[in-house]
């Protein structure tokens, strides 16, 4: 919102919230041990100090409270008969008021309380000054309960509002429900207004943006309005009234040519009649809307007429369809031209205007005589001009393409090969020779093998007596092959293959300490009886190992309860009465 940001209005708390918000806070941000030792100055002070700190939380709540809420003189007109017909101006300021009075109450009640407490004699009457001073604060507090719940209400219902700038262009839709408002400000705009087949879909003021000729614009859609008088209107259709008496906006009456909505177009022309008066000095469009299902020439022609007489009076009628889109560009161009013409008009009938034309003066020089005066321009400025410009094609495109089928008939582009001399063609055959021997190389490159032979993955290993039989069957001579390469590869292969093998399972031992080395049983084993002794002194070294390991999980930021049940707290017969610590 450009001027009224209701948004950061701050929560207003119920009276019992308020008043347990700022005690609590006393209590924690005030002394609370008198000590023996006082002297009866220093407990006089410690009970002001008291008083003095709940006075001075509740002021600066019930200021902030009236500080934040528009006060309705000081706010533009719109949003001043706005809040009159939402909330009812009277009880708004009602609600005010007394939130201003309890300010004023509690400061008084501080005041003389701690006037009191200066002629306070023991520890005892200090203390029931005290008392009272604070008891009487919650009591106002408790009477402003409904001025608070109603402001609260009214700040979430200010927050809900839309964004409207009185003073920026804006463009207004109004007319009776269902005739198409909420289409069209969903069409122009990126708003996003239900649109149902009923009557009253908007209840309230929606706003939508949209740009032309490089500026925002707002659209306001308006609630429907129907034909009869101010008084018996309803506060949905006061807020189409309140926005069409004070922004200045161009305003675009909506007409169902269809009569879908369910009003006749001479009901139609009736509230346009009744709400005129509050289009003086706005640009006035009337939209026929609903042209896809009915046009203005294939009405009666007392329909007819009425669109008839109202562009005798100068106002323009435009038909629309918001379903096709035919004619809602045209609108919103004729709309914001003739807005830009107004507001441009308005300010040139202001004073402001003179104050800015007197500070200009444009010069218009005049002729002495009628003798032609060319400008100068040096010579050498000349030259650089000349040689910076290119030659241009002159001709146009056409001639160009003439001139090139002359050309291609008379045979310029035809090529001859015995018109060409020798050595033109020593330089083709040289030319087909270096693209063969390229096209070899590139062939060469390609046949030999850079990595060597690779073996498939899904290959598996041949035995040697299998290889040398499949060799022999084919006809190759496999005899005396020890010293070839693949008889050693496998020599080598079998080796390491010898030399990871696991050990195996040696022979029993033979000898006695032989076996007792084998024979020795684990360490965690040793030394225990039986499994029952073993379990034992498996849950005996948990144990020990549990504060150890309760230790190594908690760290400096962990929460620790000391006592989950606090005597002062819990211990003691509860009196009869009520939960409420208050």
């Not at 009602?94 to 023991?122: E, F, P, T």
């Not at 009628?317 to 809602?328: F, K, W």
């Not at 022999?472 to 070839?484: Q, R």
């Not at 999980?553 to 000391?562: P, S, T, Y």
Request: proline share 5%; hydrophobic share 35%; aromatic share 6%.
């Amino acid at each position: 919102m450009a001027l009224y940001n209701f948004k950061k209005i701050m929560v207003v708390p119920t009276a019992k919230e308020f008043i347990d918000i700022t005690l609590s806070k006393t209590q924690r941000k005030t002394p609370t041990v008198v000590h023996k030792h006082y002297a009866i100055h220093r407990i006089r002070h410690f009970y002001m100090r008291k008083v003095k700190f709940t006075q001075q939380n509740y002021h600066d709540r019930l200021t902030q409270i009236l500080t934040d809420f528009p006060k309705l003189d000081d706010i533009h007109p719109f949003y001043a008969d706005l809040m009159n017909v939402l909330y009812d101006k009277d009880h708004y300021k009602l609600a005010l008021g007394q939130i201003n009075i309890a300010k004023n109450l509690i400061d008084n009640v501080a005041k003389d309380y701690v006037r009191l407490m200066k002629y306070g004699d023991s520890l005892y009457r200090c203390k029931q000054l005290k008392r009272a001073a604070l008891g009487r604060m919650c009591t106002i507090l408790k009477r402003q309960k409904s001025s608070l719940e109603y402001l609260e209400q009214v700040r979430q219902h200010l927050s809900r509002l839309p964004s409207i700038d009185p003073n920026t262009r804006t463009l207004l839709l109004c007319g009776y429900p269902n005739v198409g408002k909420s289409s069209f400000i969903n069409k122009v705009t990126r708003a996003d207004v239900d649109v149902q087949p009923y009557a009253f879909t908007t209840k309230s003021l929606f706003v939508g943006h949209m740009d032309y000729r490089y500026l925002r614009w707002q659209v306001v859609d308006t609630p429907g309005i129907l034909d009869h008088p101010l008084e018996d209107r309803n506060t949905i259709e006061m807020q189409a009234i309140t926005a069409l008496a004070h922004l200045r906006a161009a305003v675009l009456y909506i007409m169902d040519v269809s009569e879908q909505c369910g009003h006749t177009l001479p009901e139609q022309l009736e509230l346009f009649n009744s709400i005129r008066p509050l289009f003086a000095n706005k640009p006035l469009i009337v939209v026929a809307n609903k042209c896809d299902v009915k046009k203005i020439n294939e009405l009666p022609e007392e329909n007819q007429k009425i669109f008839a007489d109202l562009s005798t009076e100068g106002i323009p009628v435009i038909e629309t369809s918001t379903l096709t889109e035919e004619g809602v560009m045209q609108v919103k161009t004729e709309a914001c031209d003739r807005l830009l013409a107004n507001r441009v008009e308005t300010k040139m009938k202001g004073k402001k205007v003179h104050d800015v034309l007197n500070r200009l003066h444009l010069a218009m020089p005049a002729k002495r005589d009628e003798k032609e005066r060319p400008p100068f321009i040096p010579e050498g400025a000349l030259m650089r001009k000349k040689a910076m410009e290119v030659d241009a094609p002159k001709r146009k495109l056409e001639d160009l393409e003439k001139e090139e089928e002359l050309k291609e008939r008379a045979g310029e582009y035809d090529s001859d090969d015995d018109s060409e001399d020798e050595e033109m063609q020593e330089i083709r055959v040289l030319a087909k020779q270096i693209r063969e021997k390229k096209q070899l190389l590139v062939m060469g490159s390609r046949e030999k093998d850079i990595h060597g032979p690779r073996m498939p993955r899904t290959a598996t290993k041949v035995e040697r007596k299998k290889l040398e039989k499949e060799m022999g069957e084919l006809g190759l001579d496999m005899n005396d092959k020890d010293e070839s390469h693949y008889a050693q590869q496998a020599q080598r292969r079998s080796r390491s293959v010898t030399k990871k093998r696991k050990r195996e399972a040696s022979a029993p031992p033979l000898s006695k300490t032989r076996s007792q080395s084998a024979s020795r049983p684990p360490r965690d084993q040793s030394g225990l009886r039986d499994p029952k002794m073993a379990r034992k002194a498996k849950k005996m070294m948990k144990n020990s190992q549990r504060d150890m390991n309760r230790q190594g999980k908690k760290g400096e930021a962990d929460r620790h309860v000391f006592d989950l049940k606090p005597k002062h707290l819990l211990a003691g017969k509860r009196k009869s009465g009520t939960n409420d610590y208050r």
